[in-house]
């Protein structure tokens, strides 16, 4: 049973527009919550996280959102650039410091 | 410059044949991780270490074994018990096998194995 959901395989906005990723997840013991965004041929890197006593978190042109009682989360990238252009994935962990990872929305961003 | 090192980029084996793929870092990291991606798939756990000498079993640690004899280092053996091996794998490593510490990834190791 996949714990963290990432429904969409895929996103593509123009360039300037808003970027929205969902991630879904069912274990309500999940404390802490990431994103990642990995380029072809490397490695994930950090993007941004939220604990789950918040309901925002700001870095930038990025936002997530938790929506505890919907168990869901989203990743906002306001303005969408084409170097965003990537894999997204969303990842929780719990207190036990395990990350389940989502299976990732690849977002294409045209110029 | 710090950061997680896996080497090689690529690598061919014959089925049947054990392989190493390494994994250094240089961040002064505690805990290490290895983690499998299939194509189109997440990320998917096979082993961690908290510290040196000590290391559990992830989701999907059959067909592998490790080592962490040294905190810099967490090389991953794919033996010829691994059913499927063809995969990218992924080496991390985090400040502390806390619920707020991010991994930091290695670029990865594509293995095929014919």
């Known amino acids: 049973d996949q714990q963290v959901k990432q429904n969409s395989p895929s996103l593509s906005v123009q360039e300037g527009r808003i970027s929205i990723l969902n991630c879904d997840y069912t274990n309500s013991m999940f404390d802490y919550f990431l994103w990642y965004k990995k380029y072809p041929a490397e490695g994930p890197t950090f993007l941004i996280s939220?604990?789950?006593?918040?309901d925002k978190n700001e870095d930038g042109r990025f936002t997530v959102f938790l929506n505890k009682s919907a168990k869901h989360l989203s990743l906002h990238i306001v303005p969408s650039q084409p170097g965003d252009s990537a894999v997204y994935f969303c990842?929780?962990?719990?207190?036990?410091?395990?990350?389940?990872f989502g299976d990732g929305t690849t977002l294409t961003v045209k110029p | 410059d710090g950061g997680i090192t896996q080497s090689p980029k690529y690598l061919f084996r014959k089925e049947g044949q054990n392989v190493t793929l390494s994994c250094e870092q240089n961040l002064n990291h505690d805990a290490m991780y290895w983690y499998r991606q299939d194509p189109g798939q997440g990320l998917r756990l096979i082993y961690y270490?908290?510290?040196?000498?000590?290391?559990q079993k992830g989701d999907i640690a059959e067909g592998y074994s490790v080592s962490r004899e040294k905190k810099e280092s967490f090389p991953l053996t794919v033996t010829s018990a691994q059913k499927n091996p063809t995969a990218f794998y992924l080496c991390a490593s985090s400040r502390g096998f806390a619920y707020n510490s991010p991994l930091h990834f290695g670029n990865g190791t594509r293995l095929t194995v014919t």
């Open positions: 270490s908290q510290i040196v000498n000590d290391f």
């Open positions: 990842a929780a962990i719990t207190d036990a410091g395990k990350s389940t």
């Open positions: 939220i604990s789950s006593i918040k």
